[in-house]
């Protein structure tokens, strides 16, 4: 049974760091390219980082380079993202999907996690 399971989540303060981990389970976490996904009250999910199955090579979001990381241990079979200097603006459920590329387009993930709730305030 694939199954994703994001942990990490929390109440924040503005300037503060999370990390978050998606733990994969039921498949060859190696071969499938892994994206985190955050999605706002009223707002359509949209792609925050991702990270590839082959070489490691990442992408993220205009609105957080520099302040998150994505990175992955097949070992563990879990992959993490590394969010510091958190912003209001970061508030949302964040998801982790697994896919055959790496890509922020969520239409791109095969699998999802239920998600793991990010609230950065004050």
């Known amino acids: 049974q694939v199954q994703l399971v994001e942990s990490g989540g929390g109440l924040v303060q503005p300037g503060g760091s999370l990390r978050l981990s998606c733990a994969a389970s039921?498949?060859?976490?190696?071969?499938?390219?892994i994206g985190w996904f955050r999605q706002a009250p009223g707002k359509e999910r949209e792609g925050v980082s991702c990270?590839?199955?082959?070489?490691?090579?990442?992408d993220y979001i205009d609105s957080v380079k520099g302040r998150f990381t994505i990175s992955r241990d097949n070992a563990k079979k879990t992959v993490y993202l590394q969010m510091s200097s958190l912003k209001p603006e970061d508030t949302g459920v964040y998801y982790c999907?697994?896919?055959?590329?790496?890509?922020?387009?969520?239409?791109?993930?095969?699998?999802w996690g239920k998600g793991t709730l990010v609230t950065v305030s004050s």
């Open positions: 999907g697994a896919g055959a590329e790496a890509t922020l387009s969520p239409l791109g993930m095969a699998y």
């Open positions: 039921g498949f060859t976490l190696d071969y499938y390219a």
């Open positions: 990270i590839s199955s082959s070489d490691g090579s990442t």
